[in-house]
């Protein structure tokens, strides 16, 4: 079993202990730290035997379960890419979020923003999703197979199609107050929400089970 999961074993039973760990990990400035780091904390917390015991007492090793965990994925043991660790993703999906929410003045532009939103979310559900990988495998592969990769891209391709209808009704259609109101700036939001977590939860954390 990875160090990780055996932290989260002992550290993180309760709601408030796995919140005040995750205001701890979402730290950006983890982001700073070098590969041979993220290796030393990792050779440090498997070799100590009182990380696993006490690992919140000693400063150093406190250090060690701050980038392991914000820096590597807990099934696999691999280190996850810079732009897709945990504390990466509010920098980097926020700016995107509200390019994606506002007005565009036709549905290319907003489809164009749509699919860099999903895009990302998409890279950073398969990164630090549930996976299944054997031991010799590695957990985060260079290149994705052929169909995972092309389901992934039609599900991401659907959500951006799917968020850019409300500016499209808008851009070909004359519509009178309430109703420009509502697909402009009521509609967008709601169902951005909807088809990013049904996109993201279910066809991509799925999507290898079904290849297999």
């Known amino acids: 079993m990875d160090v990780n999961l055996q932290f989260w074993s002992t550290e993180g039973k309760s709601f408030f202990q796995r919140f005040l760990h995750w205001t701890d990990i979402l730290d950006p ?101 549930n996976a299944t990988a054997k031991a010799e495998e590695t957990a985060l592969p260079q290149k994705l197979p052929q169909k995972e990769l092309l389901v992934c891209t039609g599900a991401v391709s659907y959500a951006a199609f799917m968020g850019a209808v409300p500016h499209f009704v808008v851009s070909q259609n004359r519509l009178s107050g309430p109703l420009h109101v509502f697909f402009r700036k009521i509609l967008p939001i709601p169902l951005l929400g909807h088809v990013a977590s049904r996109t993201c939860s279910s066809d991509l954390l799925r999507s290898p089970l079904l290849m297999e």
């Open 29 to 129: 400035t983890v982001l700073l730290t070098s590969k041979e780091e993220i290796e030393k904390s990792r050779l440090l917390l498997q070799t100590s035997a009182q990380s696993l015991q006490e690992p919140l007492l000693d400063k150093t090793v406190n250090e060690a379960w701050k980038l392991s965990l914000s820096s590597v994925h807990p099934v696999t043991g691999e280190i996850i890419p810079l732009v897709f660790r945990p504390p990466a993703f509010l920098l980097l999906a926020t700016p995107l979020l509200f390019a994606s929410l506002l007005p565009h003045r036709g549905a290319k532009q907003a489809f164009i923003w749509q699919f860099l939103f999903h895009a990302y979310t998409a890279g950073f559900t398969i990164a630090n999703g």
